[in-house]
């Protein structure tokens, strides 16, 4: 909703009847797990496919 649609994250949260803050736990995540693929492309050739990742594993990129 927010990348594909351009919905104000307030918007979205109202939609969902949700949090601001629940909203943006997965924007976090997805933005991080972006950043993180770029350097890894970038830096070491390794290429990371968003549908083969779990994002459980974003925190153990910021370790490498």
Do not use: H, W
Not at 28 to 36: G, I, K, S, T, V
């Amino acid at each position: 909703m927010y990348y594909e649609d351009g919905l104000a994250i307030e918007d979205i949260a109202n939609v969902l009847n949700e949090t601001i803050s629940r909203i943006l736990r997965p924007l976090r995540a997805y933005n991080l797990f972006l950043e993180a693929k770029d350097i890894l492309e970038k830096e070491e050739g390794v290429i990371i496919e968003i549908d083969n990742f779990d994002f459980t594993n974003s925190r153990k990129i910021l370790l490498l």
